[in-house]
């Protein structure tokens, strides 16, 4: 029988990466059109437990400019294999009549029928410390006659450039470390998953993910500090083995450069 991804009935190895991520360009991650605050377009917000009022980037929205990326990468390292649309029904009956393609085993997600829980968990990001927003009013343009349109001025709300968030990413039962190897079922697509995490980790340690509206105007870059953030991982079996090093150690030891 083929193997689809469905082995998390047992945990045999967890990833957490923990670390800090900074966005290098305006963020905006919005709250679609208003005026009762003084700007049209303003920025999602949470209070925290202390009663602070700050901006979020939410797990899901990180998590699906993951995916994309990861589905980007895979269709051009592996023109052999089949990479779903996941918003596509008709891809959805392919992979109830197939299997699940090699995003879904990683992401989660597949047919109707074979369905499949994801093995990335992506939480949502809180900055680090008070940020101030900044405000940018922009003019909407006729598409007709090519020029502003007349009375079309609207406020954006931002975060600002260098901002400094949270960043918290599980991995379940897809070992990209090898430091200590947990036995893996019988998966013929394990290596591919296991570089396709790599090169995501990459990409982000270089600033090459962005997130959030207006990405085609350059906003939403964000980059990982690899220096200050952690890989723990947790092999869980008969005896269990922990261990803690540095992105920046794995990252040097993946990639001849990653900077």
Known sequence: M????????????????????????????????????????????????????????????????????????????????????PFNNEDKLVEDEKDPCLICQIMGGGGRRKRLASHVYVYDAYPEGKVETLFITRTAIDRVRGSVRSGALFKIEAVPPLVKWKFWMRIMNIDFIDEVEAPPPEDELRDKKIELLRELLRAFAKGEIRVGAMSSVGYGVIKLEPEKTRVIKSVLGAEEHVSELSLKELLAGWFDEWK
């Open 2 to 85: 083929t193997y689809w991804g469905n082995d998390l009935d047992r945990i045999r190895v967890i990833i957490d990466v923990q670390g800090f991520f900074v966005n290098k360009t305006p963020l905006r991650i919005g709250i679609g059109r208003t005026e009762k605050i003084g700007v049209d377009l303003p920025i999602l917000r949470i209070r925290d437990a202390a009663g602070t009022v700050k901006p979020l980037i939410p797990g899901s929205s990180l998590k699906g400019v993951f995916r994309s990326y990861l589905e980007n990468i895979a269709r051009q390292k592996y023109p052999e294999l089949w990479i779903c649309n």
